[in-house]
């Protein structure tokens, strides 16, 4: 049963967005709780941790970036610590259940919502994986996330799977379980249809727009690499970039390191952009890397460059780091840690979530960007939002996963930040998915995996503030501190059952 609700989970999950599974998807691991006689919570707990892991990140084997073993080992270690996180909840349950029977269960959305909150924190937080994310085909109940992120939308499933465990197993009558399913019934629809009004009073609300272009290459990420075809790519780009031109584009937007080389220092290829942004009155935001020297050390960093009419160019630098791919973490506070050498690039992190304007001479608006990975960070994406951004763009590089889950689920991740703050998502990936998301999280001009193409979108220009832009991660923070005076009442009361 533990195993059933990792399947569960997992094929609730993008892209199979069997949406509805995950709302009954935790009962198995409770009536094996309640089978097990409270025992083996942890290991119970584990197990669907492992199932739901291995089936929806086995892409970080798919790495090709690195050599096989790296990305095995990335990926076996990535499933074996996120699934101590599920081990916790099944932990916290098992104890609950010694005090309270059956009844423990009512607390399940709290005290999930609370570990959620835990292992998508900090500098090894894993956002990717929130239970919000297995609600993708439903896109009016993620509409939630505007007024307390993914941690409500997590709160509701759990509260579905909650509320069929009690009619189901609390011993109702049977005229007690008929109101029960009414009641759980007009939730449903209620929710779906709150969502679905604001989706439709989002779409139709006016306002200024820029046009933005997209461009997706499609280019091997190792082939792009080789010296003499630089130029010959660059001016692949530059040419999708006059398509998007013709369209109306005052912005193009290039992939994640979509120019293959230190562009601040390459002079020909760095020169081609500059001059084709001041003949052209537009602008293009594109992925590079940069590298700097402070004092005796040279840092390196995935960046993008934010290239405008009559304007010096601006960089962005990647704060978000992928752990052990792009930087090992705790390097900083352990300088040793810098011989062992697992195939990571080094970069150092960036500290400022910069905003700059963008678009022609005459109609421009504030851009922020996020660079790969670093869009399944809401916190962070906060911060751009907060610093002024009217627009936002996503580059990535997800050539390296091939024809995977993670590409997918990345692209599923951009509906969250764009719900969360009413703010347009440009995004723009290498091998795809490049698309457009709207403030309601519909996904607009999406160029599938493994093609090359463009497009070009009237943005609107984010204006006002929800209540996630204004509290942030409020509602997580709530349920976490309910969690901990839960555990703790669990652990010291003397009652048991």
Known sequence: MAILTGLLLAFSFPPFDLSFLAWFAWIPLWLALERANWRHGFRLGYISGVVFTLVT?????????????????SMVGSILYLSIYYGLFGFLMMRGGRLLGRRAFLFAPLVWTGVEYIYSWGFMGFPWLSLAMTQNLFLPLQQFAEVGGIYMVSFWVLMVNTAIYAIEFLHLDGRQQQRAWL?????LVVSFAVGGVRMWMVQHRDGPTIKVGAVQSNVDPHDKWVRSKKQQHVEDLLLKSDLALVDGAKVVIWPETAVPAYLMYYASLFNMIEHYVN??????????????????????????????????????????????????????????????????????????????????????????????????????????????????????????????????????????????????????????ISAFVSPSGMIHHRIPLNQDGYFVVDAPLHKQATPYTRWGDWFGIFMLIGMLVWTGWVFFSRRRM
């Not at 009641?183 to 939730?187: D, I, R, S």
């Open 279 to 432: 003949r052209q009155d537009i602008s293009i935001l594109t992925g590079s890397l940069h590298h700097e020297r402070q004092g005796d050390d040279i840092q390196t960093y995935n960046a993008a460059f934010f290239f405008a009419p009559d304007s010096a160019v601006k960089l962005y630098y990647k704060q978000h780091l992928v752990p052990f791919a792009e930087r090992l973490p705790l390097v900083d506070l352990f300088p040793g840690l810098k011989v062992l050498n697992f195939g990571q690039a080094n970069f150092a992190a960036g500290k400022q979530s910069s905003v700059y304007s963008l678009g022609s001479r005459d109609n421009k608006a504030r851009f922020g960007t996020m660079i790969c990975y670093e869009s399944s960070d809401p916190v962070l994406f906060r911060r751009f939002v907060r610093n002024g951004a009217q627009v936002m763009t996503i580059i990535t590089n997800d050539g390296w996963l091939g024809r995977s889950l993670g590409p997918y689920q990345h692209l599923a991740l951009a509906r969250f930040r764009a719900i969360e703050h009413r703010i347009p998502v440009v995004r723009s990936a290498q091998t795809g």
């Open 183 to 187: 009641v759980l019934t007009g939730f």
């Open 57 to 73: 990140l086995n892409w970080i084997a798919n790495n090709s970036g690195t050599t096989f073993w790296v990305a095995s080992a």
